[in-house]
């Protein structure tokens, strides 16, 4: 906590968040037309905070992510926005200027551990990449800062897995190297792609405590993108709820879960009981819809139990809930319990 | 690790036995090499002893047997229509077939596989597509068809390098090596790049992104590392084809190697240069085939570490 005082004391830019992402589109641009993957995403992120973005599969969520970082594939682009990193509109910068902020302010552990790590090298190796890149750490001194990242993400006998190449590793462990790699250079922002889908209940559980405690040791803020309500509310101070590539909800977590507004959190918060057992979002009726060929009102009428003819003609403007701070874009904001 | 690298060698002592089984069968029912050297009008008895000569009237097995006993002392027997030690024959000849080889091989990979990677990290771009084009049409063209090209182009209009022969440096080599690698460049090309798209797609090389790796690094550390795989193991079929296209394209360009020797040998119906040079293709294809094997399992941690 006393960490965090000092790093909003010690902030070096003008602006009022440490990320701010403003009216973020990313739009792929396939054989079949263009997929609105992200539509227009605003939200912001302060020094040590936790921010939840959750959706059901498909609706954007890693997509917003790789646009923060600049990593969208082919056919992919960010076709509108600006992402503030410390003041500083990641958007504008070289792809040399943008090295250097991937993997050394912001980094990502990406959605499946499993694949994610490199087969051919050592898993000591791979934490070792990003000092050395970042932090020019080279011989004894970066051996003893990879061992000091897998003892922070609480492999057992650290030391002797540094030559452990991810085969070897158990899913759990796997899932801990990476934590190891996205945090080694004490990145200000630490963005988990569904931290726990891969693990079991009891891994998961614990390798979250974990992610709190890395989180009061370095002051890292966290996003967590995930299916879950229930990590939301282990985890997050605040939460986007993005449905179809836009951001439907947001606010305060306590807010939101007792004043849920939006219809599909609602339904979200409904099946909560059910996720537990890490299950996708099936238990709201219908599809989400593709992203080739949106609605033309809320994205989420045709789903929607109480739909008006306004949801299907017009996009809901965004409403202020209780607090500041707490939005939602529907016409008809809070009637649905 | 040492292990593998034994099991694999046992693996390929065996099937080298398997395959002088084959070669002395398959030589052995191709027709009667005494007939071809005892003259038509001659009497029965000189065809007999002619017979008795090489051993020919004992039971299959035993011939075998003899064959291999000589084989493994290096005596690989005499050549029926020279007159000379098939070995002394092979071991005049095997230089100029290897450096043809080699230098093919080596060419096969210094083009292949920097195109191929280079096409998949600029996927849909002008290189990628012409490389996609000489992909299609190097596998498409058979090549004594390339060779003789070759030579009406770069010998007969242009002049610039020889059409035969062996004398006279590497000048001499260029032609036969393009047209040997013709064939194994297209396919190495196609197999890194689509090896290369593949691992471009996967989570570890999206974190390698992600952790600020430069883009050079990203390919050429993170995704060849990974997509050379399966060109390693193709490479020892490249080796395969290499040797038996020799055959051919020594005869094109009247390189004096191994493969035409044995050419000859077969329209003479000299059955032991035959068998001997058969033989040694297949050893050195094993011997090929071995080494791409530990090679992949160093480069496999997989495999290193089981
Ligand atoms: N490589 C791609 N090519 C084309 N479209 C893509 C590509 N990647 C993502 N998309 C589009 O972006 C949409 C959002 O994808 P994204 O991966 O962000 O979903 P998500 O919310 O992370 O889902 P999940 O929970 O399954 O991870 C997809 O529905 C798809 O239409
Ligand atoms: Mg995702």
Not at chain 1, 213 to 234: P, W
Not at chain 1, 240 to 262: K, Q, T, W
Not at chain 1, 301 to 329: N, S
């Amino acid at each position: 906590m006393t960490q965090q005082m000092e790093q909003t004391e010690t902030k070096s830019y003008t602006g009022d968040h440490l990320l701010d992402v403003k009216d973020l589109s990313v739009y792929f641009f396939t054989r079949r037309g263009v997929a609105r993957a992200v539509d227009g995403v605003s939200f912001h992120l302060d020094e040590g905070e936790s921010l939840g973005i959750v959706g059901e599969s498909g609706s954007g969520k890693s997509v917003t992510a790789l646009g923060m970082l600049r990593l969208v594939p082919p056919p992919g682009e960010i076709v509108k926005g600006e992402v503030y990193l410390e003041g500083e509109d990641l958007t504008k910068l070289s792809g040399r200027q943008m090295r250097k902020i991937r993997g050394r302010k912001m980094s990502m552990i990406l959605q499946d551990p499993m694949t994610s790590l490199n087969p051919s090298f050592a898993i000591g190796n791979q934490v070792a990449e990003s000092l050395s890149i970042h932090q020019g750490l080279r011989g004894k001194t970066l051996k003893n800062k990879v061992v000091d990242m897998l003892k922070m993400v609480r492999i057992p006998a650290a030391e002797a897995r540094v030559g452990d190449f991810p085969h070897q590793l158990s899913g759990g462990m796997r899932q801990r190297s990476a934590g190891a790699i996205g945090i080694s250079c004490m990145p200000k922002i630490l963005i988990c792609d569904e931290p726990t889908t891969a693990l079991d209940m009891t891994i998961q559980a614990q390798y979250l405590e974990l992610l709190k405690d890395v989180q009061e040791e370095t002051g890292v803020a966290f996003i967590f993108i995930t299916h879950d309500m229930g990590i939301v509310a282990k985890m997050c101070d605040r939460v986007n709820v993005m449905y179809a590539g836009r951001i439907v909800e947001s606010g305060p977590v306590l807010d939101v879960f007792r004043n849920p507004s939006h219809p599909y959190t609602i339904s979200l918060l409904r099946c909560l009981p059910r996720l537990e057992a890490v299950e996708r979002l099936e238990s709201i009726d219908g599809q989400p819809p593709d992203p080739h060929v949106f609605p033309s009102g809320c994205r989420f009428a045709p789903r929607c139990p109480k739909a008006q003819a306004i949801c299907h003609e017009t996009y809901p403007e965004t409403t202020v809930m209780t607090g500041t701070d707490h939005l939602a874009a529907c016409h008809f904001p809070g009637d649905w319990k | 690790m040492s292990r593998y690298i034994i099991k694999r060698s046992i693996h390929a002592v065996i099937t080298l036995f398997v395959v002088s089984i084959v070669v002395f069968m398959i030589v052995r029912l191709s027709g009667d090499p005494v007939l071809l050297l005892v003259p038509d009008e001659a009497p029965a008895e000189d065809y007999e002893e002619m017979r008795k000569l090489l051993r020919l009237d004992e039971h299959i097995t035993v011939q075998y047997v003899i064959w291999m006993r000589q084989v493994l002392t290096g005596d690989l027997g005499e050549s029926t229509t020279q007159r000379l030690p098939v070995a002394t024959l092979i071991i005049e000849r095997f230089p100029a077939t290897l450096q043809l080889t080699a230098l093919a091989f080596a060419f096969t990979l210094l083009i292949g596989l920097p195109i191929g990677v280079y096409a998949a990290a600029h996927r849909g771009g002008a290189l990628d597509f012409l490389a996609r084009g000489f992909a299609v049409f190097g596998q498409a063209t058979p090549n004594f068809w390339m060779g003789i090209v070759f030579i009406m182009i770069f010998a007969v209009w242009l002049g610039w390098l020889p059409a035969a022969g062996r004398e006279g440096g590497i000048k001499f080599l260029i032609l036969p090596a393009v047209t040997i690698g013709w064939f194994p460049v297209a396919g190495v090309m196609r197999l890194t790049r689509s090896s290369m798209l593949e691992v471009l797609n996967s989570e570890y090389v999206k974190l390698a992104r992600v952790k600020g790796v430069r883009e050079s690094l990203v390919l050429w550390k993170h995704a060849f590392k990974n997509a050379a795989l399966p060109v390693l193991t193709y490479s020892a079929l490249i080796i395969v084809f290499m040797v038996r296209g020799s055959v051919i394209v020594e005869t094109v360009f009247a390189w004096p190697g191994v493969g035409r020797l044995v050419l000859e040998a077969v329209y003479n119906r000299d059955f032991p240069i035959v068998q001997a040079v058969v033989l040694l293709f297949a050893t050195f294809f094993i011997t090929a085939n071995l080494m791409v094997d530990i090679t992949y399992a160093y480069l496999n941690p997989k495999i290193r570490y089981s």
